[in-house]
């Protein structure tokens, strides 16, 4: 997947800048892989159904980014960052899920949802900063819970061995591109 992640010009970026290109990348990321499940036989066509496998991949991004940004931003700067990235995916999420289903609050069960999934990650570990297998099998629980019945049955493997780990490779290179510049608070 090609994904636009380098800046423009090579100023430095605040910490809201980051988040905000970085939900960005997430929401672009979690619906090529919607793309890649489909051509591979998911039954994923409802749009109701298709913005839920969106918010769970999405949920599972933003834990990686938590995690990632640990160790080069403060506790402070790490709270701006996953805090404002979430609210921009959820703005996103709201607008996708008004287009798609008509009015209605939306924002507020995404958060919910994302704070939940959360706390579900948090108790999973990554190993040399890369989601251990139990990390990709709670991403393949959720994401298997949006699914048909018949696409239960086979969407843990293809999230485990595929679409996580390519999910992950493509995510941490667009986190590299973004985070070359310096950051300012």
């Not at 988040?19 to 979690?30: E, G, K, R």
């Not at 990235?85 to 899920?97: E, G, H, I, V, Y």
């Amino acid at each position: 997947m090609k994904l636009r992640s380098k800046w423009h010009s090579n100023k430095a970026r605040t910490v809201e800048e980051q988040a905000s290109a970085m939900a960005f990348i997430i929401w672009s990321l979690a619906m090529d892989r919607i793309k890649d499940m489909e051509k591979n036989g998911f039954q994923i066509h409802m749009p109701e159904r298709t913005l839920n496998v969106i918010g769970e991949m999405v949920a599972f991004f933003v834990q990686l980014m938590d995690r990632w940004t640990f160790d080069s931003f403060t506790q402070e700067q790490r709270t701006v960052f996953v805090t404002e990235m979430a609210k921009k995916l959820a703005t996103t999420m709201q607008d996708n899920r008004l287009d798609a289903q008509g009015p209605g609050e939306y924002k507020k069960d995404f958060v919910d949802m994302l704070n939940q999934r959360m706390s579900a990650y948090a108790e999973t570990t990554m190993v040399d900063d890369e989601p251990a297998y139990p990390m990709y099998l709670v991403f393949a629980k959720y994401i298997a819970e949006q699914l048909t019945d018949l696409d239960q049955a086979w969407v843990t493997q293809a999230m485990v061995e595929v679409e996580g780990p390519e999910s992950v490779k493509v995510l941490r290179r667009g986190m590299g591109n973004l985070f070359k510049s310096e950051t300012t608070s």
